[in-house]
């Protein structure tokens, strides 16, 4: 995948992530959209490493999966924070 495709891919999963999350949460959308980027490819590597494949384009199963990794992250964060 390409670098836009990341960001895109990101920006999704960043906002599905913040969307799904319980409570208030302090991160903007810079904060989401970085945590979304970063969450995909903390997704993609987790989910290569336990047989799930990885992010092999822009699908259900990438935007699923980057979403986990984007909720990991943001949870991660709100406890850091």
Request: zero cysteines.
């Given at each position: 995948m390409g670098i836009l495709s990341w960001v895109i891919l990101g920006l999704i999963a960043g906002m599905l992530a913040k969307?799904?999350?319980p409570?208030?949460?302090g991160g903007g959308f810079?904060?989401?959209t970085l945590l979304g980027i970063a969450g995909a490819f903390v997704g993609g590597f987790l989910g290569s490493?336990?047989?799930l494949?990885?992010?092999d384009g822009l699908s259900l199963g990438s935007i699923a999966t980057a979403t986990a990794g984007a909720?990991?992250?943001?949870?991660?964060y709100n406890k850091l924070k």
């Amino acid at each position: 995948m390409g670098i836009l495709s990341w960001v895109i891919l990101g920006l999704i999963a960043g906002m599905l992530a913040k969307w799904l999350m319980p409570g208030k949460d302090g991160g903007g959308f810079i904060i989401t959209t970085l945590l979304g980027i970063a969450g995909a490819f903390v997704g993609g590597f987790l989910g290569s490493l336990i047989g799930l494949g990885g992010m092999d384009g822009l699908s259900l199963g990438s935007i699923a999966t980057a979403t986990a990794g984007a909720f990991i992250l943001l949870f991660a964060y709100n406890k850091l924070k």
